[in-house]
């Protein structure tokens, strides 16, 4: 969700985050990966800017900040 919000293509993540697009299709499918790659891909999302934001009873989102 949070990759299509910012207009990013697979590879283009993957670049951001310094990963390969692999990792990224791995991710997205839900495929359980390192802690640390994790941490990675949230960094280069959140540098991107995605504001993630905790459950609050209706879930986990995102949203984008302010430009």
Same mark, same amino acid.
């Given at each position: 969700?949070? %990759? @299509?919000? &910012?207009? &990013?293509?697979? %590879?283009?993540?993957?670049?951001?985050?310094?990963? @390969? $697009?692999?990792?990224?299709?791995?991710?997205?499918? !839900?495929?359980?990966? #390192?802690?640390?790659?994790?941490?990675?891909?949230? @960094?280069? &999302?959140? *540098?991107?800017? *995605?504001?993630?934001?905790? $459950?609050? !009873?209706?879930? $986990?989102?995102?949203?984008? #900040?302010? %430009?």
């Amino acid at each position: 969700m949070a %990759r @299509s919000a &910012l207009g &990013l293509g697979v %590879r283009e993540l993957a670049e951001l985050a310094q990963v @390969s $697009p692999n990792t990224i299709a791995r991710f997205e499918r !839900g495929d359980i990966l #390192k802690e640390g790659t994790v941490a990675t891909i949230r @960094s280069a &999302l959140e *540098v991107a800017g *995605v504001i993630f934001i905790d $459950p609050n !009873g209706g879930g $986990p989102g995102i949203r984008l #900040k302010n %430009r």
